[in-house]
Each structure stands twice: as C-alpha cells, then as structure tokens.
C-alpha cells in the first residue's frame, strides 16, 4: 500500500553564515535550553551552526540548512536538498 503525506503548513527558516535569525520560536528555544547556537553573531569568523535537542536525540543545522517549527511546535534541522523536494511556499 502507498501513501502520501497529508499537507500541513510549517515554519522554516535557512540558517545563514552569521546566524542572523529573526524568529522569535527561535530564540525562545534558545532561551529554554532546546538549541544551543555556534559561532553567532557578525564578528564570528566561522559559519554559524547549532546543536537542536529533539525527540530523536541532538542534531546540528549547519550555514545553509533549513530549520523547521512543525505543526506540534517540534523544532529540527533538514538538509537544503530534502526540505526543497518536501515543501513548497504557500500563502500566508
């Protein structure tokens, strides 16, 4: 039997090199511990990264990838090339 995944609207953003992220649900989990950020901030000389504490243990969002707030308020990174083939922009 085949399925398809029923369509829900997420919010993501593409972590940039200096980590200048705007998203509140962001830094709210900052705050509470749930992402640990990397080398932040305009003066760093390295690509921004940070360490994202899931239901499926600590994953990292390096510069470039994508990181996703699901339906439920779960937060995860995902590599460019898979987020571009699940998701598509959609009217707000």
Same mark, same amino acid.
């Given at each position: ?26 830094w ?6 749930? /992402? &640990?950020?990397?080398?932040? %901030? ?11 504490? $899931?239901? +499926? ?9 994508? /990181? &996703?707030?699901?339906?439920k %308020? ?11 083939? $699940?998701? +598509?922009?959609?009217?707000?």
């Amino acid at each position: 039997m085949k399925y398809r995944k029923k369509p829900v609207v997420i919010e993501a953003f593409r972590l940039n090199e200096r980590g200048l992220v705007s998203e509140d649900w962001f830094w709210d989990a900052v705050s509470s511990n749930k /992402i &640990i950020t990397h080398d932040f %901030g305009k003066f760093c000389n390295a690509p921004a990264w940070c360490e994202i504490n $899931t239901l +499926e243990g600590t994953m990292t969002a390096k510069a470039g990838d994508y /990181i &996703i707030r699901g339906i439920k %308020g779960e937060i995860y990174p995902c590599k460019p090339d898979i987020f571009e083939q $699940t998701y +598509e922009a959609c009217e707000e």
